[in-house]
């Protein structure tokens, strides 16, 4: 127990820390002062000294191709279950794109060229100036060949829209004429080939 003589103050337990209250005081003062001048330059700077967040890549997909080399067009006609596998694929691609952080350009407004233009395999690359006016990036063209209704393959190019350079491109077999096999076929590409691994440069989302 330590005595303390008579009208001897005990010490004052506030500078146990080591700081007096005036300074603890003047630093929060200054750490307040300091933020508002951040906030008051940042909310006062002119637009183009602050960067902004880069834009996600622009991609126009067109809508896959039926190419049928099995002669079963021919004979009965087109069958309308592989016209809504063209489009349920091709809406799933778009969706997976989507979701990897791409931009993707809605078509409609140049659905009338799209549909002179078709089939785009056979237009010599006439998309591309379409690709550009919906002001896409990059462009994904695809096609589906049949060869009977047992063996197909489904295929892709990415190519950049202001040149017409092929930045990636791939093909797979699927068996079996039915919708779970074609979007079997789809996934497989954009996981193992279309995204895996990640585009770099003009591609890259």
Same mark, same amino acid.
């Given at each position: 127990?330590? $005595?303390?003589?008579?009208?001897?103050?005990?010490?004052?337990?506030?500078?146990? +820390?080591?700081?007096?209250?005036?300074?603890?005081?003047?630093?929060?003062? +200054?750490?307040? /002062?300091?933020? #508002?001048?951040?906030?008051? &330059? /940042? %909310?006062?700077?002119?637009?183009?000294?602050?960067?902004?967040?880069?834009?996600?890549?622009?991609? $126009?997909?067109?809508?896959?191709?039926? %190419?049928?080399?099995?002669?079963?067009?021919?004979?009965?006609?087109?069958?309308?279950?592989?016209?809504?596998?063209? +489009?349920?694929?091709s809406?799933?691609?778009?969706?997976?794109?989507?979701?990897a952080?791409?931009?993707?350009?809605?078509?409609?407004?140049? $659905?009338? #060229? %799209?549909? !002179?233009?078709?089939?785009?395999?056979?237009?010599?690359?006439?998309e /591309?100036?379409?690709?550009?006016?919906?002001?896409?990036?990059?462009?994904?063209i695809?096609?589906?060949? !049949?060869?009977?209704?047992?063996?197909?393959?489904?295929?892709?190019?990415?190519?950049?829209?202001?040149?017409?350079r092929?930045? #990636?491109? $791939?093909s797979?077999?699927?068996?079996?004429?039915?919708?779970?096999?074609?979007?079997?076929g789809?996934?497989? &590409?954009?996981?193992?080939?279309? %995204?895996?691994?990640?585009?770099?440069?003009?591609?890259?989302?």
């Open positions: 127990m330590i $005595a303390y003589q008579s009208g001897a103050k005990p010490p004052d337990n506030t500078f146990a +820390a080591g700081r007096r209250p005036e300074m603890i005081t003047r630093h929060r003062r +200054a750490a307040a /002062l300091a933020a #508002r001048a951040a906030l008051a &330059l /940042l %909310l006062l700077a002119p637009a183009g000294l602050i960067p902004a967040a880069q834009a996600a890549t622009r991609v $126009a997909v067109f809508d896959f191709e039926l %190419l049928d080399t099995s002669t079963e067009a021919d004979i009965r006609g087109p069958k309308p279950e592989e016209a809504k596998r063209l +489009a349920l694929i809406q799933d691609l778009r969706q997976r794109l989507a979701q952080g791409y931009t993707v350009v809605d078509l409609a407004p140049q $659905a009338a #060229r %799209l549909d !002179k233009a078709s089939p785009l395999r056979n237009c010599n690359g006439c /591309l100036a379409i690709a550009r006016d919906l002001g896409a990036d990059i462009e994904v695809g096609l589906v060949q !049949k060869v009977s209704n047992l063996i197909l393959n489904i295929n892709f190019q990415v190519r950049d829209v202001s040149d017409g092929v930045l #990636r491109a $791939a797979a077999d699927i068996r079996n004429n039915t919708d779970e096999a074609w979007l079997r789809i996934s497989y &590409l954009v996981r193992n080939r279309l %995204l895996d691994p990640p585009m770099t440069g003009k591609g890259a989302p």
